[in-house]
């Protein structure tokens, strides 16, 4: 009787063990054959964290239609939230943290709607897009309350900077081509959700920076090249198409002079700039080139400059003013 039990164990045990092979072979073709498909090898890499945020959007979407309070409904400090995105530029480290550009726009959306809107500074020093974007994913997979209505990517020249000096000079036509042990490195190390999960509680607690080390190119050693910078931007695209959240692009402002001195950087942020516009264009997203705008607007907006990159007080003033500007005139957030 006891030799019976333990052999009926043993069965139990290894057809647990072939079934759970079985779908991880599975799921390693599906995820093969659709970054194929779709040319993108961050498709490899998602762990428990894109299921997570996937389950959480088709929730939002089945709360969004069913008669009942959203999040930001109930919540009583804001009818309409917003959330910035970016580097050291949108942080404004160089000016008082309440003179930043985030902290005046929702004074000044508040003075001329006279409503209750919040404004959420999210941005990191020295961040690029793709860091972003994960944050971005992140920080909606753990928000319930100040759910944004409105998202601002204000960035530009940390991506321009990575793009200037590691160029991509082994750019293949066609289709990516993974090698056998980057498919195993990928399984064992990012996408099995069992490892994925014990590996983000490990990075939680054992690394300060838990994104630099999910980034594509520390395991692939990957040129993080345009191409980088256009996955990662169509992939906030995609996440707030998911969610209904408005997103407004916008390339920073740098002092003329500045770029001068930096050719390379020059080049590299007028290709992403046209990136950026032709995705956005391509996408129906609003897309704000102040490079140009500032100027335009305001002539001498070049004496703002701190180094050439960061804006003095005036200046984030200045950049508040016509981001409240445009997103009352083309009624960018909810009605109260």
């Not at 516009?277 to 701190?306: V, W």
Request: aromatic share 10%.
């Amino acid at each position: 009787m006891f030799d019976n039990a333990k052999l009926v164990g043993k069965n139990v045990i290894f057809s647990l063990i072939v079934v759970t092979v079985f779908f991880l072979l599975l799921e390693t073709a599906c995820r093969i054959k659709l970054s194929h498909s779709r040319n993108d090898p961050l498709l490899l890499f998602y762990g428990r964290t894109f299921f997570e945020l996937k389950i959480k959007a088709l929730s939002y979407r089945i709360k969004s239609v069913l008669p009942m309070k959203t999040d930001n409904t109930d919540n009583v400090e804001a009818k309409s939230v917003i959330w910035t995105y970016g580097g050291s530029i949108t942080v404004c480290n160089l000016t008082p943290p309440d003179e930043s550009w985030p902290i005046r726009l929702g004074m000044y959306l508040n003075e001329q709607e006279n409503s209750k809107i919040k404004v959420l500074n999210k941005a990191t020093v020295g961040a690029s897009c793709g860091c972003n974007s994960e944050w971005f994913k992140n920080h909606l997979l753990f928000e319930n309350k100040c759910f944004p209505d409105l998202v601002i990517f204000h960035m530009g020249i940390n991506d321009a900077a990575i793009v200037a000096n590691y160029p991509d000079t082994i750019k293949k036509k066609g289709k990516i081509r993974h090698s056998i042990l980057t498919i195993l490195n990928c399984r064992l190390m990012q996408t099995s959700l069992l490892y994925a999960t014990i590996k983000e509680k490990f990075f939680t607690l054992t690394s300060k920076n838990v994104n630099n080390a999910w980034n594509i190119s520390n395991v692939t050693s990957a040129k993080r090249d345009m191409d980088h910078f256009k996955r990662h931007l169509n992939r906030v695209i995609n996440t707030c198409e998911e969610f209904d959240i408005r997103l407004v692009v916008s390339a920073i402002p740098l002092d003329r002079a500045y770029l001068r001195q930096w050719p390379k950087h020059d080049k590299a942020y007028e290709s992403l700039i046209e990136a950026m516009r032709q995705i956005t264009s391509k996408r129906n997203i609003t897309f704000i080139n102040l490079n140009e705008e500032m100027f335009l607007k305001y002539p001498d907006f070049g004496k703002h400059f701190i180094d050439g990159v960061h804006l003095d007080v005036e200046g984030d003033a200045l950049i508040a003013r016509f981001y409240a500007d445009y997103i009352i005139e083309n009624n960018m957030l909810p009605s109260s």
